[in-house]
């Protein structure tokens, strides 16, 4: 039971002094989740309270089934953006239909999470490498800021991508409110220096640092204190300013999702790509915190958490939630020890859910707005571009293309371009392994490539090591290359393939091996293999291969070349520059020349 209730694990041990460091951690975040959850909630098109609501039992739920001690689950911009992006193609903000969806989204979402933390298949999210989640990021945080400027300025805007949402609010210019605006930029800067200056002024005055953070975390509540004040003093509603009205005050009734058949499938690829999305997001903070702490966690288990707090959402009458960087960042500094933590917040944001949501009717919408946009902010990180450009132009290409599209096509059209080329550049890669050939160094019992070091080698002897494991995709271009470097060598009597790379070989390409011991016999050369993993000799030796092979299967390629070539494998016990150099810049020895490439 352990395995999938976590909780068992961790608290028998629980004590007084953990307790008030949960506590304390739970205040904090608290305070930091109650204008986020609002926020989030009016970017993903649903009523405020939605977020709220997403905000309890999900985190019930993970305290029950999570494996990270920190991370902290709820409503997140991302999640929010994709959620807004779903639904909005199947129903029109602010309708009951629109709100059934995004309920449908996060028990899909759920049901789809779990499913594959039953199956054990959490290596699926591979296939988001972090440089497109990197790229889908920050191109969805200028998407979410762009789409917030309709509240900083008081006009209807809208779009599913950058360009829409630019042409939108071009054309609305003219019905910009002043009120709003002055609101808007005033929470703005406030937000912007409470992030940046405050806590420097605050320990500068003598505050310890927890209390610091505390009262810095605390600004978005401040800036909704302030500017729900400003409103309700001097009737900015009057003066044009959009505010949240009447919130429904109490917990949220127990609800399921429309059974539709056809709306579920119209959600089920939206589903996927927010449920993969959110976990690689969140087990990569996980993995970071945990490893702080030298702890550990259970992707397979995270999967089960995340989905169980998307069904806890769903039948709350929630959306989509999924593990917050910047929230679990603060759970871990303000000290929280376990995933009770999580429960004592939802306990804190169910307090305010009954207490707190009449003070709300007067919050502007412009202040939730900057409250996304610093927050989204934060995650734009254009400098992936030039990081993948210096390391690797085909990341730098998936990086790219992922940020265009999401830009400029939508985010669910964005993330699926990102992954597609991810997986088509590396089936590009290693459809064309590298293949060194490679010689012996002097001194050495050492193997290197003839291109980049000084070593020797035999003309009737071709030792060319293979990088990458072989199968269908690249076992022709194996075949051409060995070809093309018997070609090249008349005086050639050996061809030994250096399998140290190799960790499989499938049927596609036994049949080419097959085929070029055949070729080989054929032109008088014998083929040899070195270094076997003994995997693949286990299925090697399931075949015919190695009864038809021509040469020999060695354990080392020195002991190759000691075999084949003894006149080489001396130079293993002289000393690296121990021979004279001859005329082309290299070194000679009986029956041996030293390759300088």
Same mark, same amino acid.
């Given at each position: 039971?352990?395995?999938?209730?976590?909780?068992?694990?961790?608290?028998?041990?629980?004590?007084?002094?953990?307790?008030?460091?949960?506590?304390?951690?739970?205040?904090?975040?608290?305070?930091?989740?109650?204008?986020?959850?609002?926020?989030?909630?009016?970017?993903?098109?649903?009523?405020?309270?939605?977020?709220?609501?997403?905000?309890?039992?999900?985190?019930?739920?993970?305290?029950?089934?999570?494996?990270?001690?920190?991370?902290?689950?709820?409503?997140?911009?991302?999640?929010?953006?994709?959620?807004?992006?779903?639904?909005?193609?199947?129903?029109?903000?602010?309708?009951?239909?629109?709100?059934?969806?995004?309920?449908?989204?996060?028990?899909?979402?759920?049901?789809?999470?779990?499913?594959?933390?039953?199956?054990?298949?959490?290596?699926?999210?591979?296939?988001?490498?972090?440089?497109?989640?990197?790229?889908?990021?920050?191109?969805?945080?200028?998407?979410?800021?762009?789409?917030?400027?309709?509240?900083?300025?008081?006009?209807?805007?809208?779009?599913?991508?950058?360009?829409?949402?630019?042409?939108?609010?071009?054309?609305?210019?003219?019905?910009?409110?002043?009120?709003?605006?002055?609101?808007?930029?005033?929470?703005?800067?406030?937000?912007?220096?409470?992030?940046?200056?405050?806590?420097?002024?605050?320990?500068?005055?003598?505050?310890?640092?927890?209390?610091?953070?505390?009262?810095?975390?605390?600004?978005?509540?401040?800036?909704?204190?302030?500017?729900?004040?400003?409103?309700?003093?001097?009737?900015?509603?009057?003066?044009?300013?959009?505010?949240?009205?009447?919130?429904?005050?109490?917990?949220?009734?127990?609800?399921?999702?429309?059974?539709?058949?056809? =709306?579920?499938?119209?959600?089920?690829?939206?589903?996927?790509?927010?449920?993969?999305?959110?976990?690689?997001?969140?087990?990569?903070?996980?993995?970071? =915190?945990?490893?702080?702490?030298?702890?550990?966690?259970?992707?397979?288990?995270?999967?089960?958490?995340?989905?169980?707090?998307?069904?806890?959402?769903?039948?709350?009458?929630?959306?989509?939630?999924?593990?917050?960087?910047?929230?679990?960042?603060?759970?871990?500094?303000?000290?929280?020890?376990?995933?009770?933590?999580?429960?004592?917040?939802?306990?804190?944001?169910?307090?305010?859910?009954?207490?707190?949501?009449?003070?709300?009717?007067?919050?502007?919408?412009?202040?939730?707005?900057?409250?996304?946009?610093?927050?989204?902010?934060?995650?734009?990180?254009?400098?992936?571009?030039?990081?993948?450009?210096?390391?690797?132009?085909?990341?730098?290409?998936?990086?790219?293309?992922?940020?265009?599209?999401?830009?400029?096509?939508?985010?669910?059209?964005?993330?699926?371009?990102?992954?597609?080329?991810?997986?088509?550049?590396?089936?590009?890669?290693?459809?064309?392994?590298?293949?060194?050939?490679?010689?012996?160094?002097?001194?050495?019992?050492?193997?290197?490539?003839?291109?980049?070091?000084?070593?020797?080698?035999?003309?009737?002897?071709?030792?060319?090591?293979?990088?990458?494991?072989?199968?269908?995709?690249?076992?022709?271009?194996?075949?051409?290359?060995?070809?093309?470097?018997?070609?090249?060598?008349?005086?050639?009597?050996?061809?030994?393939?250096?399998?140290?790379?190799?960790?499989?070989?499938?049927?596609?390409?036994?049949?080419?091996?097959?085929?070029?011991?055949?070729?080989?016999?054929?032109?008088?050369?014998?083929?040899?293999?070195?270094?076997?993993?003994?995997?693949?000799?286990?299925?090697?030796?399931?075949?015919?291969?190695?009864?038809?092979?021509?040469?020999?299967?060695?354990?080392?390629?020195?002991?190759?070349?000691?075999?084949?070539?003894?006149?080489?494998?001396?130079?293993?016990?002289?000393?690296?520059?121990?021979?004279?150099?001859?005329?082309?810049?290299?070194?000679?020895?009986?029956?041996?020349?030293?390759?300088?490439?």
């Amino acid at each position: 039971m352990s395995r999938y209730l976590p909780i068992l694990a961790w608290a028998p041990r629980y004590d007084r002094n953990v307790l008030a460091n949960d506590l304390v951690a739970a205040v904090i975040v608290t305070i930091m989740l109650i204008p986020q959850s609002l926020a989030y909630a009016l970017l993903a098109g649903l009523p405020p309270e939605i977020g709220l609501y997403a905000s309890i039992l999900p985190l019930v739920a993970y305290a029950l089934f999570g494996t990270s001690r920190t991370l902290a689950v709820g409503p997140v911009a991302v999640a929010s953006l994709m959620t807004a992006a779903a639904v909005g193609k199947l129903a029109a903000t602010g309708t009951p239909d629109y709100l059934a969806a995004a309920i449908a989204l996060a028990f899909l979402s759920g049901a789809f999470l779990v499913a594959l933390g039953l199956l054990r298949l959490g290596f699926l999210a591979n296939f988001l490498s972090h440089p497109v989640i990197a790229g889908f990021i920050t191109a969805s945080g200028v998407i979410i800021a762009a789409s917030q400027l309709k509240h900083i300025l008081g006009v209807k805007a809208g779009g599913e991508n950058l360009f829409e949402i630019v042409l939108s609010l071009a054309g609305a210019l003219p019905q910009t409110s002043p009120a709003t605006v002055a609101v808007g930029l005033t929470a703005l800067a406030f937000l912007f220096w409470v992030r940046r200056g405050l806590k420097p002024v605050l320990l500068r005055a003598g505050l310890r640092p927890r209390l610091a953070d505390l009262l810095t975390k605390a600004g978005p509540v401040a800036a909704v204190a302030a500017t729900s004040l400003a409103a309700w003093a001097f009737g900015l509603a009057e003066a044009g300013v959009r505010i949240v009205g009447e919130v429904p005050r109490g917990l949220p009734a127990p609800t399921l999702p429309p059974f539709d058949l056809d =709306l579920w499938l119209e959600l089920a690829g939206s589903a996927a790509l927010v449920s993969i999305i959110g976990f690689v997001e969140s087990v990569s903070v996980a993995h970071t =915190l945990a490893a702080k702490r030298r702890q550990r966690i259970d992707p397979d288990q995270e999967l089960i958490a995340l989905g169980a707090a998307n069904l806890a959402s769903g039948i709350s009458g929630g959306y989509p939630v999924t593990g917050g960087f910047a929230r679990s960042v603060v759970n871990f500094d303000a000290g929280a020890e376990t995933p009770a933590a999580g429960a004592f917040t939802a306990v804190g944001i169910a307090v305010a859910t009954l207490f707190l949501t009449p003070a709300l009717y007067f919050l502007p919408q412009a202040t939730l707005a900057a409250t996304i946009i610093v927050a989204v902010l934060s995650l734009v990180d254009f400098s992936v571009l030039r990081r993948t450009w210096r390391y690797s132009k085909a990341d730098f290409a998936a990086v790219s293309a992922t940020i265009v599209a999401t830009l400029l096509i939508g985010v669910e059209i964005g993330v699926t371009a990102g992954v597609l080329l991810s997986v088509l550049l590396y089936l590009y890669r290693s459809s064309r392994p590298h293949m060194a050939v490679v010689g012996l160094v002097p001194g050495t019992e050492h193997f290197r490539n003839v291109d980049r070091h000084k070593v020797a080698t035999d003309a009737r002897v071709l030792s060319l090591r293979v990088d990458e494991s072989l199968y269908f995709a690249n076992a022709r271009y194996l075949e051409d290359r060995i070809y093309d470097l018997v070609a090249e060598r008349p005086a050639l009597e050996h061809v030994v393939l250096m399998c140290t790379a190799v960790n499989e070989i499938d049927a596609s390409a036994l049949e080419s091996l097959e085929a070029v011991n055949a070729r080989l016999k054929d032109l008088g050369v014998t083929l040899h293999l070195s270094e076997v993993k003994g995997p693949v000799m286990d299925r090697l030796q399931r075949s015919h291969f190695l009864q038809d092979l021509t040469g020999r299967v060695f354990l080392s390629q020195y002991a190759a070349i000691a075999a084949l070539d003894p006149g080489t494998a001396r130079l293993a016990r002289a000393a690296p520059d121990g021979l004279p150099p001859d005329s082309s810049g290299g070194s000679q020895a009986p029956s041996t020349a030293l390759a300088v490439l």
